[in-house]
């Protein structure tokens, strides 16, 4: 299973959360809207508010969209109808220094690095250097009591 993350082109690179996971073989990045999509037809999209992401969904594709709140909003249109949402369960809290206030909850808004971390969790997926760049990996990490779980698996 792969996780795909679609980022605007518009994204600042000096500030994404994902910069320096390009390389990795279980994420595959999609610039939109440059790049096609594609085939959805095993994905699940990381959205606020849709049914909770269980390991039941462990056998789908994630699609992550990475962008500002507003640009992600307009991303999220483009998507096929058929597309199945997925949120994170819980109230993860973001340790990403937020100034943006097109977030819903912004305590409550993870960066694009937090919510791969968190559902890769789930999934059961590989943790292994994904926070490694992340320059707020530890207090992220604490704030969410996971400071104990093992990112080698």
């Known amino acids: 299973m792969s996780t795909l993350i679609w980022r605007h082109r518009r994204e600042n690179l000096k500030k994404c959360s994902l910069k320096g996971l390009e390389s990795r073989p279980d994420l595959r990045f999609i610039t939109y809207p440059t790049d ?3 085939d959805l037809s095993r994905c699940l999209v990381l959205q606020l508010g849709a049914p909770p992401l269980t390991l039941q969904d462990a056998q789908s594709d994630i699609l992550l969209i990475d962008g500002t709140w507003r640009l992600a909003q307009v991303m999220l249109k483009q998507l096929p109808p058929f597309l199945e949402a997925r949120s994170l369960p819980g109230n993860y809290l973001t340790a990403y220094p937020r100034r943006q206030t097109d977030c819903p909850d912004p305590r409550l ?4 690095i937090e919510a791969l971390y968190i559902a890769h969790l789930i999934l059961g997926r590989s ?5 490694d760049g992340y320059h707020w990996q530890k207090q992220f990490l604490y704030a969410n009591g996971l400071s104990n779980t093992r990112t080698d698996q």
């Open 36 to 38: 096609p999509l594609p």
């Open 109 to 112: 808004g993870l960066a694009s």
């Open 127 to 131: 943790t292994e250097n994904l926070l």
